[in-house]
């Protein structure tokens, strides 16, 4: 079973930064399996924001290019996602899914505003 932890979530100003992690833990080979950041906000469906594949190239929503990045370390099971130039329409709830199980996060809460 894979269980998938985030953090770093928190309230910042417009144009600030936030580096979210999610860390894995579980037998099982977190090489193998592509991760992606979701995010919801209220009221609204969950998207997909990021995902990083198995070679880690990347994917991005279009809202988000060009200001967010994903990355990993497969050493450690940790997935990121760093968080720049954020608009009060980043607020939401962010969660990490692991592509192979399925498994999802609890979500760390993002604020965005003056």
């Known amino acids: 079973q894979v269980q998938l932890v985030e953090s770093g979530g928190g309230l910042v100003q417009p144009g600030g930064s936030l580096r979210l992690s999610c860390e894995a833990s579980g037998s099982y080979l977190f090489s193998l399996s592509g991760m992606k950041w979701f995010r919801q906000a209220p009221g609204k469906q969950r998207e997909l924001v990021a995902y990083?594949?198995?070679?880690?190239?990347?994917n991005y929503a279009d809202s988000v290019k060009g200001r967010f990045t994903i990355s990993r370390d497969n050493a450690k099971k940790m997935v990121y996602l760093q968080m720049n130039s954020l608009k009060t329409e980043d607020t939401a709830v962010y969660y990490c899914?692991?592509?192979?199980?399925?498994?999802w996060g609890q979500g760390t809460q993002v604020t965005v505003s003056a």
């Open positions: 899914n692991d592509e192979r199980s399925g498994s």
């Open positions: 990083i594949h198995l070679d880690g190239t990347t």
